[in-house]
């Protein structure tokens, strides 16, 4: 059977035509297109993609502007500092993802049995040590996250929650020869791990700032605190108000990218600030796990206010 002619593709208009619009009019109609509909606008004609005389901006980066400019809230503009050669597409698409629900976009490791919701991993209790990193790139301003991990195993949770730098724990990273089956990101140095270290830190760019901390996690076991540069400094650091997750429960993590600082809480009670400083460029959320069976789910809260007495935030 032949298709029928009202559902063949249709040529798009000659783009000279829409030189005579004026310019205030396309930005304005342009302005109703996500981030991704206006790079492909832009690069449908110099028109829209390239900056014409007297312009600072190309008008599909106009239209992005105006709308970041407009719809931004003041603490939505703290976590987005537009980086030196970032577009105005990409700070408007950086705004729409951070509005996005967290999910677990990158699972490392035999030990998670398939994923059925993309905010939550179970991890089976066998398949050697596993890694979930979070898509969502956190660049500055706070940050307040919830994991929920429902403990089905007989001890306490084993388990590592925090923040890492935005890499990819399997490009040029082999699971057997390079991470042996244990995926552990936390525990990795030039003298642990040469292999991974090396490919880990390959990966960095001037996002990431000058801090050398490249992963920092909370230990449910016992609360200790992790931190490593993936090179010579791979320690365990004491803070005050250190507690463990006895067993099924909720721990909250604050990550302050102005202050640098990482606090913890458990079962909607803080419990203080686990990194004094030192914290900054971009990082991501993670979890390692090990030997419990258990089911760990990620979620976005509204940082709280600590200056006016710490309350339960609410979901945004």
Known sequence: MRPLDSKR?????????LEALDNDLLIRCASYL????LARLGRTSATFGTPQAGQQRSLANEAAHQRFRQSATDEERRCLPKHGDESDIGLYRALEQLREPLSFDELVGRGFSRQQHPARVTYTGRGGRSTAVSGHVMRGGRHFVEFAINNV???????????IRPVSLTSDIDLEADWKWHVYPMYVSSRSNPAVSGKLRSQRTSKWGDSDIHCCSYYCYDGRCRRTDWDTKETDCEWHGREGLDESGTIGLLLDLDEGTLSVFENNRRLGVMKEGGLSGEYCWFVSVWI???????????????LEGWRFPIFY
């Open 9 to 17: 593709a249709k040529p798009l208009p000659d783009p000279t035509l």
């Open 34 to 37: 996500d981030a991704d509909g």
């Open 292 to 306: 419990t069976s258990c089911v760990i789910s990620i979620s976005k809260r509204r940082a709280p206010n600590l």
């Open 153 to 163: 195993g007989q001890y306490a949770p084993s388990v590592f929650l925090g923040v």
